[in-house]
């Protein structure tokens, strides 16, 4: 094998490897666009129920005084 011969086999494996590069770059940012949107969707949900949680809890606080109250008297 020449060295011509060589170099083009090696320019022939680089864009080969180049374009496989490129195609997975490519689904790596489409898989990632999604997660990405997955996670917001998954946030938009949560965050209400934080607020619940949190409403819940000062409702609790509040009884358990109440109660500790009334043992108290």
Known sequence: MTIDERL??????LELWSHRHMDASK????????LETL????????APL???RKR??????????RLDDLERN
């Open 50 to 52: 934080m607020g619940t």
């Open 39 to 46: 996670s917001r969707t998954n946030e938009e949900r949560v």
């Open 27 to 34: 689904e790596y940012d489409e898989r990632f666009r999604s």
């Open 56 to 65: 819940l809890g000062r409702i609790l606080e509040k009884h358990g005084q």
């Open 8 to 13: 083009e086999a090696l320019t022939q494996s």
